[in-house]
């Protein structure tokens, strides 16, 4: 059954337009605060938010719509995603609020769900949020002695601060080390750079000056490129970019490089392995992970499952299988020793541990593996459904055959937008690279159609 609001990660869209709206984020309020609220005692939500204009109006909304059914609601303001699921636990809330388009432009925003222990909700708890928020709201609506009340929790940035700092090995701090911080104009503007420096660390901190329109904007994770120049610059030791809402990261060594998730998962289970931390043997990935992670890790006696796109696929299979180290090629690591989602922060401070633990530069620690040559390419449709296209089928049936056992194929359509996703890797990247040409070619040909 296709889901009406929710997509890969909550809801997400333009603001202002559907389901992006005031109204939307009044209706979610009021049927997730139903759905869990149960027992006699006070129920409570934790809300947070990224820097985005539309995150006042939204955020208004919500407690709005929480409130009216009965909800205590309690306010953080800017504030990164793992911090909301991490204060849902701790404050002992029914409830996590996210609203954020994580590294989507401005215009855009998002809401993300979290339960009582701070995991993303499952689909079929979407589902049942997304019927109560198309029936009737006076049936949803609570008597007006129960009305709930709206707090601001002023000591939120603290509380995470501490939490990650205690993430860190506590003989180990960052005293020398030489850290440029790209917060992306976002969610961890103030804690990622306030964290570093009260680990001994001298940062050198960009993307700090939200004005609600310029998060992710030329910086972040997802725009390295002013993290590369000033790494080079101020000859820093590592660079460290967050996206909008702080759940990824990506890493800069001292010669510029970048360094993206598979490389710092191959990092993490590595050092864990080692420590004896490590637990089932392995970690847990996507589809779109690299291979020369995958054969990485069996160099090392590790095993690598995988799942579909999306952390909280990997979360439900960490859960499911006993993991505690698993993340996408993006930078979403999710380290469940600590943290119920992804955490920039937190796996950025795994990566320093590693660096001041070994004494060796950040290239020569985060240099696991050769990646095989990957070619994503993203296709646009306007409608309909391309990939049942029998051109289509025939190029992806020739593709298979030609990589044979000495590469992948992943072919999806993204869960927030209406494109056709086509990735291939493989040894040998000119056929790789003709490989994505023919499917993309049958793509669009089956979409003009």
């Known amino acids: 059954m296709s ?35 149960s027992g006699n005692h006070r129920h409570r939500v934790v809300i947070g938010k990224d820097t985005r204009l539309s ?22 303001g800017p504030m990164p995603t793992p911090a909301v699921a991490m204060l849902t636990r701790s404050l002992r809330a029914d409830l996590g609020v996210m609203l954020s388009a994580s590294h989507n432009p401005s215009s855009d925003n998002g809401i993300k769900l979290f339960d009582a222990d701070g995991y993303k909700l499952s689909d079929e708890m ?21 009305i709930g009340r709206a707090t601001r929790v002023e000591s939120a940035q603290e509380r995470y601060i501490e939490f990650a700092k205690r ?21 961890a503007y103030k804690v990622a750079p306030e964290a570093l420096w009260e680990l001994g660390a001298e940062v050198i901190k960009i993307g700090v000056e939200p004005n609600g329109q310029n998060i992710n904007l030329n910086c972040g994770s997802t725009a390295p490129d002013l993290l590369v120049e000033k790494v080079k610059e101020f000859r820093a030791d590592i660079g460290i970019g967050l996206d909008g809402d702080a759940d990824r990261v990506v890493i800069v060594d ?27 043997g392995g970690i847990v990935a996507t589809v779109m992970s690299n291979l020369g992670l995958e054969r990485y890790l069996k160099s090392i006696g590790l095993t690598m499952a995988r799942t579909p796109v999306g952390d909280r696929y990997v979360t439900e299979h960490m859960r499911k299988h006993g993991f505690n180290v698993g993340g996408e090629q993006s930078g979403h690591i999710v380290l469940s020793d600590f943290t119920t989602t992804g955490d920039g922060l937190v796996s950025a401070l795994q990566i320093l541990a590693c660096v001041v ?17 990957q070619i ?23 593709a298979k055959a030609k990589l044979g056992e000495n590469g992948r194929l992943v072919i999806r ?13 493989g040894d040998d990247e000119q056929v790789v690279s003709s490989i994505v040409g023919d499917i993309v070619e049958a793509v669009e040909s089956a979409a003009a159609a």
Not at 55 to 76: H, N, P, R
Not at 418 to 423: C, E, F, G, L
């Open 3 to 37: 889901r009406r609001y929710f997509g890969t990660d909550g809801i997400r869209g333009q603001a202002n337009r559907h389901p992006m709206t005031s109204e939307i984020a009044l209706k979610v309020g009021m049927a997730a605060g139903t759905m869990f609220r």
């Open 55 to 76: 995150g006042y109006m939204l955020e208004a909304a919500l407690m709005s719509g929480f409130t009216s059914v009965g909800m205590d609601v309690f306010l953080l």
């Open 126 to 146: 979407e589902r049942q949020i997304e019927d109560l928020i198309d029936t009737d709201s006076k049936t949803l609506l609570a008597p007006a002695e129960q």
């Open 167 to 187: 993430t860190m090995p506590k003989h180990l701090r960052l005293a020398g080390l030489r850290i440029v911080i790209d917060c992306a104009n976002g969610a």
């Open 254 to 280: 001292e010669k510029g490089r970048i360094v993206n998730g598979d490389q710092l998962m191959a990092v993490i289970a590595d050092s864990w392995q080692r420590s004896g931390q490590l637990t089932a």
């Open 357 to 373: 633990a070994t004494g060796k530069t950040v290239s020569e620690v985060c240099d696991r593996f050769h990646p095989l040559p």
């Open 376 to 398: 994503l390419r993203n296709v646009r449709y306007a409608s309909g459904k391309p990939l049942d296209d029998n051109r289509v089928v025939k190029a992806i049936e020739g």
């Open 413 to 425: 359509p993204s869960g927030t937008e209406p494109v056709i996703r086509v990735m291939a890797e």
